[in-house]
């Protein structure tokens, strides 16, 4: 080694020892557990505050940078429903309706197995009637005195089925069409504390340890054990629609991607980007194996197979004013439904395809 690189060797040697026993010195004197000051600042306090708000700041850029990409999932999600729509509105004819009946007030339109048709007003006073000819007939309501609500639960073959509360008690009833009588009978009455009930279908159910138990108006699930479901594999179960038909539970979720999926041998989940519930109606005649799906927003019918599990898609053409569409009824290849628009509710029909 040269005299030059020996000394430069000692002289590093010297400083950094130095600088070593200097900052001992420093360690020594110093109060124990006491935090160093942070680089550049003489103040603690203020260079908490500053890291703070710098926190702050990138905190709500991040949440803003979010927001702004679920927005612009948002958009592409609508845009491939609507692209979806569109290729399926270039591809089919549309259902074209025609006004049968404009209702005077909105009237609850129920359509029977032998192609009756039913008017109900569930305000009070309650009124049940029918057409027979040129004339109306009555329904008597006598067993919905003093009862404050009275809501129409869907129809079994020629029978049409309503629900009334009060408290925690509930009474079904059955409407009666016969040559001499238009009345209803009360079939069954229950405290409401543990059941459940289907949408626009005469059926309760209740839950007991991730399986559901289903049964009819006028069976009481303290004396029989009704049809078991067994929904342990569903997550988030609160986010379905539900529907029983044919021994079967359907559930319904609004997804981006649609799929169908057998989780049982008698539970199915059936999901797509066309059954948000708030634009959508159901219509699952028992004695038919297919349900009906209304989407009202983008004027669609979602049919779905029940024996082989595949699904179809019609297009039609509501009213220009109308907002809420609901079939009525389906039946000899006619489909009848109710458009609810700023000129009230009308029923229409249309031919459905064979």
């Given at each position: 080694m040269q005299r030059s690189e020996v000394g430069s060797a000692k002289s590093l040697h010297?400083?950094?020892?130095?600088?070593?026993?200097?900052?001992?010195?420093?360690?020594?004197?110093?109060?124990?557990?006491?935090?160093?000051?942070?680089?550049g600042s003489t103040n603690p306090q203020d260079s908490q505050e500053r890291l703070e708000s710098e926190f702050?700041?990138?905190?709500?850029?991040?949440?803003?940078?979010?927001?702004?990409?679920?927005?612009?999932?948002?958009?592409?999600?609508?845009?491939?429903?609507?692209?979806?729509?569109?290729?399926?509105?270039?591809?089919?004819?549309?259902?074209?309706?025609?006004?049968?009946?404009?209702?005077?007030?909105?009237?609850?339109?129920?359509?029977?197995?032998?192609?009756?048709?039913?008017?109900?007003?569930?305000?009070?006073?309650?009124?049940?009637?029918?057409?027979?000819?040129?004339?109306?007939?009555n329904a008597d309501l006598k067993l919905l005195e003093g009862e404050y609500d009275c809501s129409y639960r869907g129809t079994v073959e020629n029978h049409a089925y309503f629900s009334t509360f009060r408290g925690k008690i509930i009474k079904f009833f059955r409407a009666l069409i016969g040559n001499e009588e238009f009345c209803i009978e009360q079939i069954n009455e229950m405290r409401t504390t543990e059941l459940s009930l289907f949408k626009n279908e005469p059926l309760y159910f209740i839950e007991r340890s991730k399986e559901w138990s289903v049964?009819?108006?006028?069976?009481?699930?303290?004396?029989?054990?009704?049809?078991?479901?067994?929904?342990?594999?569903?997550?988030?179960?609160?986010?379905?629609?539900?529907?029983?038909?044919r021994g079967m539970l359907y559930?319904?979720?609004?997804?981006?991607?649609?799929?169908?999926?057998?989780?049982?041998?008698?539970?199915?989940?059936?999901?797509?980007?066309?059954?948000?519930?708030?634009?959508?109606?159901?219509?699952?005649?028992?004695?038919?194996?297919?349900?009906?799906?209304?989407?009202?927003?983008?004027?669609?019918?979602?049919?779905?197979?029940?024996?082989?599990?595949?699904?179809?898609?019609?297009?039609?053409e509501p009213p220009s004013d109308a907002s809420n569409h609901t079939i009525v009824g389906i039946h000899q290849g006619v489909i009848t439904m109710a458009f609810d628009g700023v000129r009230g509710r009308c029923l229409s029909t249309a031919k459905m395809p064979e």
């Open positions: 010297f400083i950094t020892q130095g600088a070593y026993s200097h900052s001992m010195q420093q360690r020594q004197h110093k109060p124990y557990g006491q935090p160093a000051a942070p680089v702050e700041i990138l905190n709500k850029e991040l949440i803003d940078e979010i927001e702004r990409k679920n927005e612009r999932i948002h958009k592409l999600e609508k845009m491939l429903i609507e692209s979806a729509i569109g290729a399926l509105h270039s591809v089919t004819r549309p259902l074209v309706f025609k006004e049968q009946d404009k209702l005077s007030k909105p009237l609850i339109c129920i359509q029977l197995e032998n192609c009756n048709m039913l008017y109900f007003d569930n305000v009070k006073p309650f009124e049940l009637f029918t057409n027979v000819g040129d004339s109306l007939a049964y009819q108006y006028h069976e009481n699930y303290s004396e029989s054990d009704g049809q078991s479901f067994d929904i342990s594999q569903i997550d988030l179960l609160s986010k379905y629609e539900r529907h029983y038909h559930l319904f979720r609004e997804t981006v991607t649609a799929a169908i999926r057998k989780v049982n041998a008698k539970v199915v989940t059936v999901e797509g980007p066309l059954l948000d519930a708030d634009v959508t109606s159901f219509y699952a005649p028992p004695n038919c194996e297919f349900i009906y799906i209304v989407n009202s927003e983008h004027n669609v019918i979602i049919i779905l197979n029940t024996v082989n599990l595949t699904v179809s898609q019609l297009c039609y």
